[in-house]
């Protein structure tokens, strides 16, 4: 399947990856071959066959309710990018 | 010093023999004097120097560990309290870590001392180790040559006697593809063997860790001690962990090896062809027995992997966003393009080119057809597993269609970068445990390494198959020539 | 000229009452300072992974049973991937495909006719943190104490056709979570949230209109005006010929009307798969029958009792059963009291709900325990104090003056029932007052009062009334 322009654009903003044009051609051109190489899939019929998302037919294990972490902010915002008074900082959100 | 298997090693300390903090001293010697492999991101000498000295002080106490005062590489994957955590990547490249992980833990328990951390390719993507932020490996055996990936940092080290063992991690063949590459043993055990916590995922349902060493043997005692249960990771598997150096040399006389068609046909070059063939008559002499068995989804497995994995990836790497940790951008007017020009800027093309796959895969409307497709397929690959380990004890066959390819070689042809993995991808898919071993050399003097694919948390019996091998052979022991001493 | 009939669907996000997250283990406490309840895998450090935690699906089951829906053994967490910076992974883990809870229903009552309204599904998920947006040099601080936090989020049928009935079917069902005390309700704090979705449509016609989403709205007032706002301005639009777009609008307290969100209309294409860190959720017969059995008597149930039980009347039953503590209270009381269940009723809803409202409490902090007021109720059926004295009491008591008992000793406030003393008093009464007698006896029967009042005055409210009336008549009509 080949991909145009507007359409590795519009992945490249559901991803938030900012591309400039000629990176968008680039990546239409590569991913446009590898969605053909992908494609091979299709010569095997899997009608009626069950999705396997997980390796083992395991279960969710549930833990107990029970509090077992404290007050790390200090440690973790020592490697944030922008903090104040206990917050992460970002660029103003417009709502 | 450095060609000592581990069990070798921990005898020299345990007897006090030989200090830790010798032995740590001198792989930090080789490792700066062989830095031009760049196969390690980040070494802590200091921090080396200091988890020797109390390992040093358990073995005096006499209360040590099987691998306490053992000096071991981790790929920069494992996040590692107090230490850069990069995982090959510009957006992690300032990220200290503020916890372990549980690799990391359940060693530093037994007073291993951590070397340092090792380079692979970016986010664990890649088969050369050429994506990495970092820049690439060269392959010991070959400096021209890639030490293969995304665990390159971690063979190459092993390889060249820069660190007794390693820890990687295998997605797609992350461990078996770049032991086989630089001539060491490279386990990925079962999924859900060894906890996944806190190591920096790339595709969840598929992602393993698992030892690079010297030998079967280094590999069954680096496993054991990290092995396990875990609460902290809703994957793993919760059963008892065997003994693995228990049945090691146990008779496989009468077992039943199964030789995949689909792993010896077109594609595979001669020489690995022939040196498995090699490896294939000594087990045979040893009175195991050699059977075809069909894996007819096998041509599959790539096409099928190149969608999950991605898709996984794409949301796994959604909380790189600058925010709470790592790279930010430096200009930026807004959120959208604050995420978008960090993302841009902190991710290299091979994770951009995997993004934009995945957040293709599962957009609405393809979903169906790549995803849910995929899905499907991958249930067909784990029932040939099954099917043939209804007939065969394991399945063998080459780990890689080639030897290790020159750098650069492929870094412009991602199809032919992926097919690299053609044999190792299928027991990442069907969740089973497989080792790579070096089973000799090819003509240019290359590693060739021999893929043992077992049946579900049957990694004792994995083992013993290699280490039968590695007691009739040497080709483990080999070193690259120039690190011999 | 067209008459137009909405069409509501409500989705209500429940935070439930877990000590601990829902993926894990730290604190859920509200307001701590911000991040400090925030662990590694709530920030999304890299390499954490999600543990799930029991009690949330034991409280998804419990409302499933409640709302007799199915309960999915399999349920299966997805993610839904959208980029925000409250939503540290990137990703919300919630429910898609495969709900713990399926369809189940809720009965509301409005004008005295019954409804049933259908519950689609309920799904268990993640809360997001919170965006800050004072400004910080021109920045939003973002809080993630609230990242997850569990939720239920319980999606209607659009089976409602008017705000009143969106409203009845949500207080249904705050009533309903605290009972199965499952979510602590508080609206303020953000527990307990709503979205609607409205839209209308022609009288008559099945297909339904273009819908638009209210989000956020914090309270049952709000809830019932934005609502009846929206509905004029679609009424208004396509009354002019206009369309309805299909978008999120917010409500605005402050002018009373909703406006559209844009900057959330951003293409969403949210590529839910199913979480690979997360198996499928198996929950056992056994696990489901254990919640069954854990189930409280719940509120419908409870008022039918009540009506059965206590010989309440349908409005009394009603307001009894609000809540569990206000049951409790008065079933406590009843049971204490050799009153009648009516008078506690009455209690009730006068003179404590009065003291409540007007300090704005809630019946787990009255200062007057379900005990004292039986007691006091007690002491106006044994005759030792009248209605009024009573209420006198309870005020005290509402101060904290101490117990009925202490309070009549204390004040002095013990009826007077002595027959002799009461005609005593009265006597002096009448010889004061020829002319009202004689007024009386010309017909003007009600300088009655006027006698009465005399002898409380003389007692200081304390005679017994029906005695006073009763020897005064005797007295009078002699």
Redesign the interface.
């Known amino acids: 399947m080949a991909l145009d322009h507007q359409t590795v654009r519009?992945i490249a903003e559901?991803a938030?990856l900012e591309l400039d044009d000629s990176e968008i051609d680039q990546h239409a051109d590569e991913l446009s071959r590898i969605l053909g190489f992908i494609e091979q899939m299709n010569q095997v019929d899997t009608t009626g066959v069950e999705p396997l998302?997980?390796p083992?037919d395991?279960?969710?294990?549930?833990?107990?309710?029970?509090?077992?972490?404290s007050?790390?902010?200090a440690s973790?915002?020592r490697i944030a990018p922008?903090t104040?008074?206990?917050?992460?900082?970002?660029?103003?959100?417009?709502? | 010093m450095h060609t000592k298997s581990l069990t070798e090693l921990s005898i020299d300390l345990i007897q006090q023999k030989l200090s830790s903090t010798e032995l740590t001293q001198h792989f930090l010697e080789r490792i700066d004097l062989h830095r031009q492999l760049n196969a390690f991101i980040t070494v802590d000498a200091e921090r080396a120097l200091d988890q020797a000295r109390a390992a040093d002080r358990r073995l005096g106490r006499g209360t040590p560990a099987p691998l306490t005062g053992i000096p071991i590489a981790h790929k920069d994957i494992?996040?590692t309290e107090g230490m850069l955590?990069s995982?090959g990547s510009r957006i992690?490249s300032n990220?200290v870590?503020?916890?372990n992980?549980t690799m990391i833990e359940k060693l530093r328990q037994q007073d291993t001392v951590i070397l340092g951390k090792t380079n692979m390719d970016e986010f664990a993507m890649g088969s050369s180790n050429e994506t990495s932020y970092y820049g690439p490996v060269a392959n010991p055996w070959d400096e021209s040559r890639v030490p293969g990936g995304s665990s390159g940092g971690s063979a190459a080290a092993v390889s060249a006697g820069l660190a007794p063992a390693a820890t990687g991690t295998d997605t797609g063949g992350s461990i078996r593809q770049p032991a086989s590459f630089c001539g060491v043993t490279g386990f990925k055990p079962s999924y859900g063997r060894v906890s996944?916590?806190?190591?920096?995922?790339f595709?969840?349902?598929l992602d393993q860790a698992g030892p690079l060493t010297r030998s079967a043997q280094d590999a069954a005692l680096l496993l054991q001690a990290t092995a396990g249960f875990d609460?902290?990771?809703?994957?793993s598997v919760d059963r008892e962990t065997p003994d693995y150096t228990a049945t090691l040399t146990a008779d496989i006389s009468g077992l039943k090896i199964g030789l995949p068609k689909q792993y010896f046909g077109q594609g595979l070059d001669g020489q690995v062809e022939l040196v498995v063939r090699e490896a294939l008559a000594h087990y045979e002499a040893l009175g195991a027995r050699l059977m075809d068995v069909d894996l007819p989804n096998s041509a599959l497995c790539v096409p099928c992997y190149y969608v999950l994995a991605p898709?996984?990836a794409?949301?796994n790497?959604?909380?790189?966003?600058g925010?709470?940790?790592g790279y930010r951008t430096q200009q930026y007017d807004d959120?959208t393009q604050m995420?978008a020009k960090t993302r841009a800027e902190g991710f290299g093309a091979e994770v951009k080119r995997r993004i934009m796959i995945g957040?293709y895969a599962?957009?609405?409307g393809y979903?169906d057809a790549y995803?849910l497709k995929a899905q499907k397929l991958r249930r067909l690959i784990a029932d040939d597993f099954r099917r043939a380990f209804e007939q065969c004890d394991v399945i063998m066959g080459p780990t890689t269609p080639t030897t290790a390819f020159t750098l650069g070689e492929k870094t412009d042809d991602p199809i032919a970068m992926y097919l690299n993995d053609i044999y190792t991808i299928s027991a990442n898919l069907a969740g089973l445990p497989a080792i790579s071993i070096p089973a000799g050399l090819s003509g240019d003097g290359m590693p060739v390494g021999l893929h043992i694919i077992g049946r579900y948390f049957d990694e004792p019996q994995i083992l013993n198959f290699a280490h039968r091998l590695q007691m009739g052979t040497d080709w483990h022991r080999r070193s690259p020539p120039g690190y011999t001493s | 000229m067209t008459t137009w009939e909405p069409v509501i669907g409500l989705e209500v996000h429940v935070q439930l009452l877990?000590?601990?997250k829902i993926f894990?283990?730290?604190?859920t406490r509200f307001g701590s300072?911000?991040?400090?309840?925030?662990?590694?895998v709530d920030?999304?450090?890299?390499?954490?992974?999600?543990?799930?935690?029991?009690?949330?699906?034991r409280m998804a089951v419990k409302f499933g049973l409640a709302v007799a829906a199915r309960i999915n053994q399999t349920s299966i967490?997805a993610?839904k991937?959208y980029?925000y910076?409250d939503l540290?992974?990137?990703?919300q883990i919630s429910q898609y495909e495969l709900p713990i809870v399926g369809g189940g229903h809720l009965t509301i009552s409005t004008n005295g006719n019954d409804k049933r309204i259908g519950i689609t599904r309920a799904h268990l998920e993640e809360d997001a943190g919170k965006?800050?947006?004072e400004d910080?040099?021109?920045?939003?601080?973002?809080?993630?104490n609230r990242a997850g936090t569990p939720l239920l989020e319980i999606v209607s049928e659009p089976d409602m056709r008017s705000p009143q009935e969106a409203i009845a079917y949500l207080k249904k069902l705050h009533t309903l979570v605290r009972y199965l005390e499952i979510c602590d309700g508080n609206m303020q704090e953000g527990s307990f949230r709503c979205d609607a979705n409205v839209s209308i449509r022609p009288l008559g016609q099945t297909e339904l209109g273009t819908r638009t989403e209210l989000k956020n709205i914090n309270s049952f007032r709000f809830i019932e005006r934005a609502i009846q706002y929206e509905i004029e301005r679609q009424i208004e639009i396509l009354e002019d010929g206009g369309q309805i777009i299909q978008e999120t609008r917010?409500y605005d307290p402050d002018r009373n009307e909703t406006r559209s969100?844009r900057?959330?209309e951003e293409?969403h294409?949210y590529?839910?798969?199913?979480d690979?860190?997360?198996?499928?959720?198996?929950l056992h017969d056994d696990f489901i029958d254990s919640v069954r059995n854990s189930l409280p008597e719940l509120p419908d149930a409870k008022k039918q009792r009540f009506i059965e039980q206590y010989g309440l009347n349908d409005e009394d039953a009603v307001q009894l059963t609000a809540t569990k503590e206000l049951a409790d209270y008065f079933e406590t009381a009843t049971s204490a009291t050799q009153g009648s269940a009516k008078t506690v009723a009455n209690w009730i809803a006068g003179e404590l709900s009065g003291y409540l409202n007007k300090e704005n409490k809630d019946i787990t902090e009255s200062p007057v325990g379900a005990g004292q007021l039986a007691t006091l109720i007690d002491r106006i059926h044994d005759r030792t104090i009248s209605g009024k004295i009573a209420k006198e009491i309870f005020e005290s008591m509402w101060n904290g003056e101490g117990d009925t008992d202490t309070i009549i000793e204390k004040k002095g406030l013990k009826q007077i029932t002595d027959a002799g003393a009461i005609e005593k008093i009265i006597d002096e009464v009448l010889a004061k007052s020829e002319k009202q007698q004689e007024q009386y006896k010309s017909g003007q029967t009600k300088v009655f009062g006027y006698f009465v009042g005399q002898v409380m005055k003389a007692t200081k409210g304390k005679a017994n009334p029906q005695q006073v009336n009763e020897i005064l008549k005797r007295k009078l009509d002699a």
């Not at chain 2, 790497?317 to 966003?321: G, K």
Request: glycine fraction near 6%; include cysteine; aromatic fraction near 12%.
């Open positions: 519009e559901l938030h998302a997980h083992h395991g279960r969710l294990r549930l833990r107990d309710d029970q509090v077992t972490e007050d790390q902010r973790f915002q922008a104040e008074a206990g917050l992460y900082l970002v660029p103003r959100v417009i709502e | 494992f996040c955590t995982c992690l990220f870590s503020p916890y992980a996944r916590y806190g190591m920096v995922a595709a969840s349902s609460p902290r990771d809703s994957t898709s996984e794409s949301s790497l959604s909380r790189f966003d925010v709470r940790y959120l995420y957040t599962l957009s609405a979903y995803y | 877990t000590r601990s894990s283990g730290a604190a300072a911000p991040n400090t309840q925030a662990c590694a920030i999304a450090l890299p390499g954490v992974l999600p543990v799930m935690n029991s009690e949330a699906a967490f993610r991937n980029f910076p540290p992974k990137g990703y965006s800050l947006h910080y040099h021109g920045m939003t601080g973002i809080d993630l917010l969100m900057s959330k293409a294409d590529r839910y798969f199913p690979p860190d997360l198996p499928p959720m198996i």
